[in-house]
């Protein structure tokens, strides 16, 4: 194959993947109408009832619109490092609405900023630090916005397990409480076992990577023009840097769970209807009792 043949091949590569064109629109269409009708005919819901047919619908939609918006916006982000990082903001700001939300209806919501940010920020100033990274829009938003998707996923799934188990068993949590533990010892006995499985997609993603999948990073490295030893290392830092997000972002949503930050309504009674007076005139009755 000749130099210019070379040259063009991973663009060749990319276009044939995925032409953008109208049949490409026509079968997105296609398949969002398939998910939604699946879903409607199935029923498929939350546990309070809110069907989710809706949701995927209007979900594909904001999809198209936010990335047709993003595709422009990046080109002039990555020219200033204020904007660089104002954009990086928004992206922390739109997860940490978007997983409070998921997780609960009250105005706790916005504690969720907390384990996005204690799994994030320490990962991506270690980069910038090393080196590994630079200061750039054009390297710095997708590996930034990654973790945050990490950080965002983590936190809801450990977040509406725990809360989940909390209520289902609210009537352990308080014989916990009556037989002397604490509310946060009581609270984490019951949900620590349901959050840590916000980690399993993670964890399941990269114990098969290279066997069942072929990731987004290392895939779009290839198309790229990348070695595949090159991009089998930076898909490797980002599988990592991901379970290194995760793991502390559970551990802190359900710390904050534990300790009644987080809450929904009736929820192993961390409701705060109950307040301190509650708890106090609790841990009054263990202390007689004793």
Known sequence: MSG???ASGP???SGALLPVNATLGAVLAVLLVAAVGVTALAR???GRGRGYARAIA??????????AAVSYVIGFVIRSVPLLLAFIALMFLVAVRTSGRRVTDNGTWW???????????????????TGLVPLKGIALIPITGILIGGGLTATVLGGRRALDE???RRGEVEAGMALGLLDREARLEIARPAASDALLPGLDQTRTVGLVTLPGAFVGMLLGGASPVLAGAVQLFVLVALMAVQAVAVAVVLELIAR?????EGAGGASRGEGRGGRRARRRLRWRRR
Not at 118 to 126: K, L, S, T, Y
Not at 260 to 264: A, F, K, T, V
């Open 166 to 168: 909390l209520h289902v």
């Open 4 to 6: 210019p043949d070379l």
């Open 44 to 46: 498929l819901s939350d």
């Open 260 to 264: 009644g930050r987080i809450h929904r």
């Open 58 to 67: 209007t979900s594909g939609v904001r999809a198209a619109v936010q990335l």
């Open 111 to 129: 504690w969720t900023a907390v384990p996005i940010g204690a799994g994030v920020a320490p990962v991506v100033v270690a980069l910038l630090l």
């Open 11 to 13: 663009h060749l590569a």
